[in-house]
């Protein structure tokens, strides 16, 4: 969201220049504007110039105007981390179920219904507690296969000492 105040000039017009960073950061194309008078109603209007680095607004020469650009964030991080606003709390969603709170304490709830606990203490599974999890099954089994072998030596050692 972006937003400030214009004057209209002696035509009125006013041209608004967007962040350098706008266009990288957003999915310009979809952006809205909303320019609202300020004081005595008036007709008023835009237009986005055609690289969406900036918009030109019309209304009633020399008068005030404010004006809102919301737009939707698109760069790499956003593509790659975005969340949905609404998440079912059915188990399908990073684990989560019905219950499980981001911030328990906030909610005047004990810790053990907020999502890190559940996850600490491994009530959720997660990719990376799944991974973990394999991994320490990993680990366990050469530990297990290692004990094996040393078994198996310290029995070769004896039978070649009895010998």
């Known amino acids: 969201m972006y937003r400030g105040k214009i004057l209209l000039n002696d035509n ?3 041209r608004v220049e967007m962040p350098s960073y706008f266009k990288a950061l957003t999915k310009e194309n979809e952006a809205t504007v909303q320019i ?3 004081g005595r109603p008036f007709g008023i209007g835009y237009e986005w110039n055609g690289d969406f680095a900036s918009f030109v607004a019309y209304g ?6 404010s004006w809102m650009v919301m737009a ?10 975005r969340k949905p606003v609404i998440i079912k709390k059915d188990g399908s ?3 989560i179920e019905q219950g499980v709170y981001l911030d328990a304490k906030s909610y005047n709830l004990p810790q053990e219904k907020s999502y890190k606990y559940q996850i600490k203490n491994r009530k959720i599974e997660t990719k990376t507690t799944k991974l973990q999890s394999i991994d320490t099954e990993k680990q ?7 004990d094996n072998e040393i078994k198996e030596l310290d029995t070769k050692i004896q039978i070649k000492e009895i010998k």
């Open 72 to 81: 939707d964030r698109d760069d790499p991080y956003m593509q790659n981390n």
């Open 60 to 65: 009633e020469p020399n008068r005030e105007i």
């Open 140 to 146: 366990s089994s050469k530990n297990k296969r290692t």
């Open 36 to 38: 609202t008078c300020i």
């Open 12 to 14: 009125g017009e006013a």
């Open 93 to 95: 969603f990073k684990g």
